[in-house]
């Protein structure tokens, strides 16, 4: 039997180096323009998650183990979730879930179209898309992790 | 020969499809039938009030986040319940080492 490799060859490992950062950069775009273009938090998380399972791939679990801290994508998975929540209860003096930032909060509130507008809108998408990257990273390194098969 | 049949009939049951969901002679699903923008009111309205009310000019992203909060919040809460119940199950137990 051959011993344990579980990366891949020279072109898929190179093929990898130079288009994760490109993945990368075009997931964050996602993320933060979600509330002018079209795309958002989670679709951008997923193309995120979609760089990260790449490296999985691509590297093997050995070299992802060093990179990747399970415990600390399980706090940002947390973090993401309560960040998400907590814009949600920013309006709660009229009702959950109102935009009050948008309206007459101090920050978000340029003109609609631009970066810096849309209340919540762009905490959200950050949020979200931080929660929905690092849960779908965790679950894959999960299952690589832990294989319940016998060999 | 079966692929050629298999073939033709998804094409048949397709163009069935087209005659039984054609909006002017087919079938008519819910309360609207020619004026259904009277029941439906609710697209029209957030494609007019959206970028007033929320800010956002991707209306889908309007709708997600700040119309429909509940729902995202619970969806959020679903694809957490659902890794946490991955990991769980899928972790070293106590008895295998």
Known sequence: ?151 | MKTTFGALSLIFILGVLLVVANPNYGLKFGLGEGNWEEYRYTDQYYIEHGVEEVGGTNIVTDIVFDYRGYDTLGEATVLFTSIAGAVALLRKWRGEE
């Open chain 1, 1 to 151: 039997m051959r011993p344990q490799n579980s990366d891949m060859g020279l072109i898929v490992k190179t093929m990898a180096r130079a288009t994760i950062p490109l993945i990368g950069i075009f997931g964050a775009y996602v993320i933060v323009h979600g509330h002018i273009t079209p795309g958002g938090g989670f679709q951008g998380g997923a193309t995120i998650a979609g760089a990260g399972v790449l490296f999985l791939v691509a590297f093997g679990l050995s070299e992802a183990k060093e990179k990747i801290n399970k415990n600390f994508y399980s706090v940002l998975e947390g973090i993401g979730g309560l960040v998400f929540l907590t814009a949600g209860m920013l309006g709660l003096g009229v009702v959950f879930f109102y935009n009050v930032l948008w309206h007459k909060g101090p920050v978000f509130n340029g003109e609609a179209g631009t970066l810096l507008s849309a209340g919540y809108l762009p905490i959200m998408n950050l949020a979200v898309g931080l929660k929905v990257y690092t849960g779908l990273v965790s679950a894959l390194f999960a299952i690589a992790l832990f294989r319940r098969w016998k060999k």
